[in-house]
């Protein structure tokens, strides 16, 4: 052996979990948690750095159904989400588990203003019906500066955003004992002696022996379909491409502007390594952008940012865009799906949160199609077992790589 080699690590008994969670995004985190508080054994495996995909590029808005309802009727997308913002408020204001007070809180609200056409107006009368949380017209010097010359209604709506990448942190503090970061298909040996049954997974010496597989891998789930000898599960890619503005003179905002039907555009602002303000934003434009190169996406945000924001100096902003897809569960119109969807094979379940926001319905509803946990092993057993496999990181927020110009 060479003199540097580690030595070679024997197989050990197989560790009974109850769950093996695949995918450390917001809903395999959140499934975590969900499961561990339960009382279950989980362990969730990641294949690069936590959060990296849709949860990182995600704009961290707790949304509490308003964009769902813009065609005026209360839809099923709004019924499944409305619920949601009181239960991530208690969350993040550490009055109920999972404990996220030290979650990074990029704003307690966001503004709603609308361009000034008859069928945004309509739009906004339709969207305040049935939800819990309403939007609450301003007063023009209740606004924020950068909104007071818009000619239409400006609204605050109680939808607080959060800072993705802080809270996959605090998910890996809470659970960093659970989690384990390694590659199924290349790093480990896997027992599969039916499709969809993964009986067990040996990392590095280690084997653990899960009762129930579940998939939270998003855009990875076909990939690991195939892994399990499973068909491809019901799976949509929505391609979007999201458009950074940075300088050190952006105000803050965290808003939707609407137009019709639509959400012309929605910015949430954050801030860089090096303290500059960064907007993303998303809606119409984003979708607009997955058809056009980079160059034609800016293009197409600075016209829009100077027809639905007049008073905004765009000479001193820089601009980037990053492509953001949307790997979901499959709907029959190829739209949206409208809540979070589990999708059952064997002993594997794929899991679809659909909406960032929608992460605890989904933990719940996976602990609900469980069965019960049988000769599952101790926390302190399973921590001592995994004590010496790789670990992940948080990964890192598309601004800070992306190639800015002017
Ligand atoms: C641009 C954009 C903006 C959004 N804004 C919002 C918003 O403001 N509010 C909201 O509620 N929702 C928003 N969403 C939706 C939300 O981000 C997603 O619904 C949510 O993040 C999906 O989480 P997930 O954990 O299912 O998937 P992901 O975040 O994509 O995570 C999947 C994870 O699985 C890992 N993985 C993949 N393959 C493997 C494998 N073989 N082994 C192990 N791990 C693997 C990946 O590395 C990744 O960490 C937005 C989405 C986008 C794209």
């Not at 949860?55 to 499944?80: D, E, V």
């Not at 019906?129 to 309403?134: C, D, E, M, W």
Request: with cysteine.
């Amino acid at each position: 052996m060479h003199p540097h080699m580690p030595p070679p690590t024997l197989p050990t008994d197989p560790v009974q979990i109850d769950a093996l969670i695949i995918g450390g995004g917001i809903a395999g985190c959140w499934t975590l948690d969900r499961l561990t508080r339960a009382g279950r054994s989980a362990v969730l495996i990641e294949k690069t750095a936590l959060g990296s995909g849709q949860t990182i590029w995600s704009q961290g808005i707790l949304h509490s159904g308003l964009k769902y309802t813009l065609a005026g009727s209360f839809n099923k997308s709004a019924r499944a989400i409305r619920e949601m913002p009181a239960v991530w408020r208690a969350c993040l204001a550490g009055e109920s588990d999972p404990d996220l007070s030290p979650v990074a809180l990029r704003s307690e609200h966001c503004h709603l203003w609308r361009t000034d056409s008859l069928s945004s107006r309509a739009a906004m009368i339709g969207a305040a019906a049935g939800l819990v949380t309403k939007p609450v017209d301003l007063a023009p010097t209740d606004r924020p500066e950068i909104l007071r010359d818009c000619p239409g209604k400006v609204a605050r709506l109680d939808e607080q955003v959060i800072e993705p990448a802080s809270l996959i942190a605090r998910f890996l503090e809470l659970h960093h004992h659970r989690i384990i970061r390694a590659d199924i298909a290349q790093d480990a040996l896997l027992d599969i002696p039916e499709p969809g049954v993964l009986r067990s997974i040996t990392i590095q010496g280690v084997t653990l022996a899960p009762r129930t597989t579940i998939i939270t891998a998003a855009a990875g789930a076909p990939a690991l379909a195939e892994v399990l000898h499973l068909p491809a599960p019901h799976s949509q890619t929505r391609p979007l491409r999201m458009v950074l503005a940075r300088s050190a003179s952006l105000p803050p905002l965290n808003a939707h502007c609407v137009d019709g039907m639509s959400t012309r555009v929605t910015i949430t602002s954050t801030q860089d390594a090096s303290g500059r303000t960064i907007w993303q934003i998303g809606g119409e434009v984003a979708e607009q952008g997955a058809l056009r190169t980079d160059a034609q996406t800016i293009a197409l945000a600075r016209a829009e940012l100077a027809a639905v924001l007049p008073s905004l100096d765009l000479s001193t902003i820089e601009f980037a865009t990053y492509e953001a897809p949307r790997a979901e569960s499959r709907t029959k119109s190829g739209k949206r799906p409208e809540s979070v969807t589990l999708e059952h094979c064997a002993r594997t379940i794929f899991a679809w949160p659909s909406k960032l926001v929608l992460a605890p319905q989904l933990a719940d509803d996976i602990l609900a199609a469980l069965p019960p946990s049988e000769n599952s092993s101790s926390p302190d057993a399973l921590a001592d077992a995994l004590a010496h496999l790789p670990r992940s990181e948080v990964a890192i927020p598309p601004w800070e790589t992306a190639s800015f110009s002017r």
